[in-house]
T-cell receptor
Framework: EDQVTQSPEALRLQEGESSSLNCSYT??????LFWYRQDPGKGPEFLFT???AGEEKEKERLKATLTKKESFLHITAPKPEDSATYLC?????????????FGTGTRLQVTL | SQTIHQWPATLVQPVGSPLSLECTVE??????LYWYRQAAGRGLQLLFY??????ISSEVPQNLSASRPQDRQFILSSKKLLLSDSGFYLC???????????FGPGTRLTVT
């Protein structure tokens, strides 16, 4: 069974204080490691897809990296508007359908 | 790019009443479509997915059903709601040949 574990559950940072979120996973036949951002009461917003170990992707203050067992979402000099829940998911194929297994997320709060 | 529409945004229903949530997709044809439920403080739980018209796969035996009457329409239904059906329901779509899913805005269902 595919599993995704995210840590920490919650993280409070001051503006400008860089940190990393962790996503460890086990999956049979990885078809991508996905990061999403979710604001309260809204649907998840797609951020990144990583497909192979060693791959990195960046978007503004966010950088995602992937190893064979885990992924990190690095947040550099965060701002209050980066406050959200960050979800990690792994993709796998079931027959002809692609499916995602999600972790429970990391709630990030960035304060002034 | 594809856009996922969901309605209603919020819904309050009494126990034992029927349910119909609708999801439509713009900007792509023959997408894979997904229904998820998100309980407070928990990850996204996949309920149903569909790879085409009339093709529905169920992930979790429960009080809900899904239908796909048209290529870009996905409906989540129940004949009699239970208190445990309360939650945040999300529809997602995936373009053929890609692995990242894009989510709609969600429906907050409260069963009283």
């Amino acid at each position: 069974e595919d599993q995704v574990t995210q840590s920490p559950e919650a993280l409070r940072l001051q503006e400008g204080e860089s940190s990393s979120l962790n996503c460890s996973y086990t999956v049979s036949g990885l078809r991508g490691l996905f990061w999403y951002r979710q604001d309260p009461g809204k649907g998840p917003e797609f951020l990144f897809t990583l497909y192979s170990a060693g791959e990195e992707k960046e978007k503004e203050r966010l950088k995602a990296t992937l190893t064979k067992k885990e992924s990190f979402l690095h947040i550099t000099a965060p701002k209050p508007e980066d406050s959200a829940t960050y979800l990690c998911a792994v993709g796998a194929m079931t027959g002809t359908a692609s499916k995602l297994t999600f972790g429970t997320g990391t709630r990030l709060q960035v304060t002034l | 790019s594809q856009t996922i529409h969901q309605w209603p945004a919020t819904l309050v229903q009494p126990v034992g009443s029927p349910l119909s949530l609708e999801c439509t997709v713009e900007g792509t044809s023959n997408p894979n479509l997904y229904w998820y439920r998100q309980a407070a403080g928990r990850g996204l739980q996949l309920l149903f997915y569909s790879v085409g018209i009339g093709q529905i796969s169920s992930e979790v035996p429960q009080n809900l059903s899904a239908s796909r009457p048209q290529d870009r329409q996905f409906i989540l239904s129940s004949k009699k709601l239970l208190l445990s059906d309360s939650g945040f329901y999300l529809c997602a779509g995936l373009r053929a040949g890609f692995y990242e899913q894009y989510f709609g805005p969600g429906t907050r269902l409260t069963v009283t």
